[in-house]
């Protein structure tokens, strides 16, 4: 058995789409299918890798290296399935192995064309993922929203593939329903426009899943239904809710799961989601509190940004305070607060009394610190923020407030170790000051070839790779055993030379590759610190709603006991 739904969206984006994707691939999975997720963005670029995360969010990285949209991870998170590369592609991608192929002469002397030739591509490679992760249900999310130029040869794709398999491809419209104020109605609309426009390229949605921030009353689901040529049963009701996790039981509230089946004549099953709903009323119900602050420097562009910014990290965070029932309160901290003057790289703290003001404003941001029962220091690149993020962790070691650094975290924490107990004054991350006296962060030898031919798609140094633990340290008994695997996206390291000379100081060296050339952990030893540890890895990446990454769940721990 081989089925396909793919979820479009309609009326405009950032409504949910990719939760939507994930949670209906979640309820066909609890019904015993085998289910997997593939991710199409509209985009010209090959992959997410360039992209700014303030732009588009969180860069997601998959064992196989693939960096990929932050969609990716909430198929992985609500599947508990690690993804390839297979599972994720973007117009960039596509053109990219047809114009391949022609070159080699892979289309045998034929005129290549936009269509058939790219839906057919995209149709290849939905049917290749589905077979190498052997799903019996593969749900296709298109990115954007219909009646966009961008969007419409993938749409043409879904058209071409349900004439081949009439009975074996379902689609799914996420649309939204705008209100105007209070005392006003849903309005439907835009919806009924989103499905003419789908009209228009073949198309007619076999279910509306309808977004909004109330439930849909019966006179709207009714309205339309009759506009949309559809019944009303296919109209689903979709309002906002508090946690992502809720929404499959909603879903299954609405017993969408028998309505797929059954549009895709599958004979239903009962389904399981048993552990899921355990955790929908953990989110819900509980009441004490866990507060961690996360020190970043994507600011600019609002709370919304921002936390697409670090979308794993926050998912991370919950997973591991709902696993000890406690509910998450993240706070933004912002980095450039905790820079000293002396540091600051601009000019705007000059003159004696703005100088002084700003000391007396640090002291008092540092102060804050105390208030949370853990501070995160997530991944980063560039030097805006960073001695501020430095000083931040400088106070969190010596007050002895539970500290996690994420990949940029573990090389600041170096850095900050090297300049404030090793005594290397200057030290920092050949990243950001070449002329450092005492580099102890410096570039992956691979990584300056790759960087002096500006060859930066793709370059890093990516996915999963294993670690060795070191018995004894807090890294071996969070993750009770002595290899990991984790995933990477980074160009720089600690640099080999200082290893032993910091390890002297007193840093312990938790976590390395197996060759030991690459330092993959650091911690303070339980009797300095209760929980100072850093990863060169991104652990956020592998943690999943109902098993807490071992390091965020131990965090989480000490953090609530501190
Ligand atoms: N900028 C650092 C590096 O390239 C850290 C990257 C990251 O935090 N993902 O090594």
């Excluded at 939905?126 to 052997?134: D, M, S």
């Excluded at 000051?433 to 793709?458: F, M, N, R």
Aim: with cysteine.
């Amino acid at each position: 058995m081989k089925k396909y739904i793919f979820v479009v969206g309609g009326v405009m984006s950032g409504v949910g789409k990719g939760v939507a994707a994930a949670s209906i691939a979640k309820i066909l999975q609890s019904r015993g299918f085998e289910t997997t997720a593939i991710k199409i963005d509209p985009y010209v670029n090959v992959d997410a890798g360039t992209m700014n995360p303030t732009e588009h969010g969180e860069v997601f990285v998959l064992d196989d290296g693939m960096e990929c949209d932050q969609d990716m991870g909430n198929y992985e998170r609500f599947l508990d399935r690690d993804l390839t590369k297979d599972n994720y592609m973007t117009t960039g991608s596509i053109y990219q192995s047809v114009i391949n192929r022609e070159r080699n002469l892979g289309y045998g002397g034929k005129c290549v064309e936009v269509v058939p030739h790219i839906p057919l591509e995209v149709i290849s490679r939905i049917e290749k993922a589905a077979e190498k992760n052997k799903a019996d249900i593969t749900v296709v999310e298109i990115g954007g929203t219909v009646g966009e130029y961008q969007n419409i040869l993938f749409l043409e794709a879904v058209r071409m593939l349900k004439i081949k398999k009439p009975d074996d491809v379902l689609l799914i419209l996420v649309s939204y329903l705008p209100i105007q104020n209070e005392q006003s109605e849903l309005k439907t609309k835009p919806t009924q426009y989103a499905v003419r426009t789908l009209n228009s390229a073949g198309l007619q949605p076999d279910i509306i899943l309808a977004r909004a921030g109330v439930s849909l009353d019966k006179k709207r689901k009714e309205k339309i239904a009759f506009n949309c040529n559809m019944a009303d049963e296919e109209v689903i009701s979709a309002p906002d809710v508090k946690s992502i996790y809720e929404v499959p039981v909603n879903f299954e509230r609405d017993n969408l799961g028998n309505l797929i089946l059954r549009k895709l004549k599958i004979k239903t099953r009962k389904q399981d989601l048993k552990n899921w709903r355990k955790l929908a009323k953990i989110v819900k119900e509980s009441k004490k509190p866990v507060r961690i602050g996360i020190i970043g420097k994507y600011f600019g562009s609002g709370e919304f940004i921002l936390a697409d910014s670090y979308i794993s990290v926050i998912e991370a965070i919950k997973h591991a305070a709902y696993y000890f029932n406690r509910q998450p309160v993240i706070q933004w901290l912002n980095a450039e607060e905790f820079e000293h003057p002396s540091s600051a790289s601009s000019s705007r703290f000059s003159g004696t009394s703005t100088i002084r003001k700003r000391l007396s404003e640090l002291t008092k941001n540092l102060k804050k610190l105390k208030e949370f029962d853990g501070i995160i220091v997530p991944g980063g690149f560039g030097s805006r923020g960073v001695e501020g993020k430095i000083n931040a962790i400088r106070y969190l070691r010596d007050n002895k407030i539970p500290f996690l650094g994420l990949c940029y975290g573990m090389q600041l924490a170096t850095i900050e170790f090297a300049r404030n107990v090793a005594g290397f004054k200057k030290a920092n991350t050949t990243e950001i000051a070449q002329e450092t006296p005492y580099p102890v962060i410096d570039i992956l030898p691979e990584q300056k070839q790759k960087l002096a031919k500006k060859d930066y798609g793709g370059s890093m140094r990516l996915g999963a790779y294993p670690a060795v633990l070191k018995k004894g340290t807090i890294a071996y008994a969070a993750y009770k055993t002595h290899l990991v695997s984790e995933r990477h996206r980074h160009r720089y390291e600690v640099n080999p030379e200082y290893i032993e000379r910091l390890e002297k100081k007193g840093l312990v060296f938790s976590g390395f590759s197996s060759d030991r050339r690459l330092m993959e952990i650091l911690e303070l030893p339980k009797k300095k610190h209760p929980f100072f540890v850093a990863t060169q890895f991104h652990p956020e990446f592998k943690s999943r709603p109902l098993k807490p990454h071992p390091l965020f769940r131990e965090f989480v721990r000490i953090a609530t006991s501190h």
